[in-house]
């Protein structure tokens, strides 16, 4: 792994914006996946743009809006729109809402493809390095993962997938 850096910090530069609260609506893999598009927007242009994970949360149907979903299939959805809208333009509620065809199609980032990381963690480590990147934790349904502020999380693994963008390594 010569061409890995031991480490690597997304926050340090100014494209990287603070998390949203999604609350008790269960879309994180709405927010990460916008996340990870807004930071390699920025890394490509050097700009900050905050994109909206509330135009996923309502007219993505392939994923369950605030019942879960998959980055996986977000990515796709996103592919197949033509782009996703900017978070001004469809403004984050942390609910589920009808969508709104109008603004469905006003696009500000589109993407042509993504990459899946491998299972290692080496795989996951040359992929951050490069970009920040979704990731699924794997969670006890207590949401342990709730009361996290930083640091190394060591809370019980379990069956339920938590999507988070990683932003650093090392």
Same mark, same amino acid.
């Given at each position: 792994?010569?061409?890995?850096?031991?480490?690597v910090?997304?926050? +340090?530069?100014?494209?990287? @914006? !603070? #998390? @949203?609260?999604?609350?008790?609506?269960?879309?994180c893999?709405? @927010?990460?996946?916008?996340?990870?598009?807004?930071?390699? &927007?920025?890394?490509?242009?050097?700009?900050?743009?905050?994109?909206?994970?509330?135009?996923?949360?309502?007219?993505?149907?392939?994923?369950?809006?605030?019942?879960?979903?998959?980055?996986?299939?977000?990515f796709?959805?996103?592919?197949?729109?033509?782009?996703? +809208?900017?978070?001004?333009?469809? !403004?984050?509620t942390?609910?589920?809402? =009808?969508?709104?065809?109008?603004?469905?199609?006003?696009?500000?980032v589109s993407?042509?493809?993504?990459?899946?990381?491998?299972?290692? =963690?080496?795989? $996951?480590?040359?992929?951050?390095?490069?970009?920040?990147?979704?990731?699924?934790?794997? @969670?006890?349904?207590?949401?342990? &993962?709730?009361?996290?502020k930083?640091?190394?999380?060591?809370? !019980?693994?379990? #069956? &339920? $997938?938590?999507?988070?963008?990683?932003?650093?390594?090392?």
């Amino acid at each position: 792994m010569a061409d890995v850096p031991i480490a690597v910090d997304w926050r +340090s530069h100014p494209f990287i @914006l !603070p #998390p @949203l609260d999604q609350r008790r609506c269960e879309c994180c893999w709405a @927010l990460a996946t916008a996340a990870s598009i807004e930071g390699l &927007y920025g890394i490509r242009t050097g700009l900050s743009l905050q994109l909206s994970a509330q135009l996923l949360v309502d007219c993505d149907d392939t994923n369950r809006g605030c019942r879960g979903g998959s980055p996986r299939k977000a990515f796709k959805w996103i592919i197949k729109n033509g782009g996703i +809208s900017k978070e001004e333009d469809y !403004p984050f509620t942390a609910q589920q809402g =009808e969508c709104n065809e109008s603004k469905k199609k006003n696009h500000a980032v589109s993407i042509s493809g993504y990459t899946a990381v491998g299972k290692t =963690e080496a795989d $996951l480590m040359k992929a951050v390095a490069a970009q920040p990147v979704v990731a699924g934790l794997a @969670l006890e349904k207590d949401n342990a &993962y709730m009361k996290y502020k930083g640091g190394i999380f060591e809370g !019980p693994c379990g #069956p &339920y $997938l938590h999507a988070v963008t990683v932003i650093g390594i090392g």
